[in-house]
């Protein structure tokens, strides 16, 4: 594993398998504000973006202003239910073991709050793997696509970041690893590849535990 020198992962989707879950509450949440979409369409959506980017056109569909406790409402039944429910994304486990025998520097750099990260790893337990390399769209000026928090993140693991290479499972975050300068990776298993590809992936793939002969 000597191409790459960090191995830079997004969260949702790719370490932890949070997205049917946050999905299902969200959808939830916009239906009762009237909206009638469904949760496929919502993902379609929202995917990948950030809540600021999405307060635009859920008033548009609902007709008027956000309530002003929607966000912190949503999130206090997000985590409850990914407290609950999240499970680690089948392989993740031995390409992190895999990294570490290897010596091969790793991080998560995610759209996602902190708070989230720390609910969804903690669960899973991979928290203590990403000790002092979380890195989030709160820590940075603008969210995914733009790339910001992969940037963010090689600067603080002291890495160059034509040398790092992302692992991303949707358009938005392959965008943000393709502007930073980084070689990206898409993770197709809930995902359309041709839609990962066309962002700018170098190659994607289905199985978690196929990443390490594409790193090496």
């Known amino acids: 594993m000597n191409r790459f020198e960090m191995v ?11 997205e049917p879950i946050t999905f299902a509450v969200f959808t ?9 979409i469904t949760q496929e369409e919502a993902t379609a959506l929202f995917v990948g973006k950030s809540f600021m980017e999405d307060v635009a056109l859920i008033e548009k569909n609902i007709g008027g202003p ?3 406790d929607f966000h912190p409402r949503y999130l206090v039944e997000r985590d409850r239910m990914l407290a609950e429910q999240v499970e680690v994304v089948r ?16 991080c998560v750099a995610s759209g996602a709050d902190i708070g989230k990260m720390q609910v969804t790893l903690g669960r899973t337990g991979l928290l203590p793997l990403f000790d002092g390399r979380m890195f989030s769209a709160s820590h940075v000026p603008r969210s995914k696509p733009a790339p910001d928090v992969y940037l963010f993140a090689a600067r603080s693991m002291d890495m ?12 938005t975050g392959v965008r943000a690893g393709v502007a930073a300068g980084m070689t990206v ?3 197709a298993e809930r995902t359309d590849a041709r839609t990962l590809l066309q962002a700018g992936a170098l190659g994607t793939f289905s199985d978690m535990r196929d990443l390490p002969a594409l790193l090496s």
């Not at 830079?8 to 949070?18: E, W």
């Not at 949440?29 to 009638?36: D, K, P, S, T, Y």
């Not at 392989?91 to 790793?106: K, M, N, S, Y």
């Open 28 to 36: 939830a949440a916009l239906n009762a504000l009237g909206w009638r």
């Open 185 to 187: 990776f898409g993770y």
């Open 91 to 106: 392989g993740v486990r031995e390409v992190l073991d895999a990294l570490i025998a290897h010596e091969r520097p790793f």
């Open 160 to 171: 160059q970041p034509h040398r790092c290479v992302v692992i991303e499972d949707t358009p």
């Open 66 to 68: 956000l309530p002003a």
């Open 8 to 18: 830079a992962f997004d969260c949702d989707g790719v370490l932890v398998d949070s």
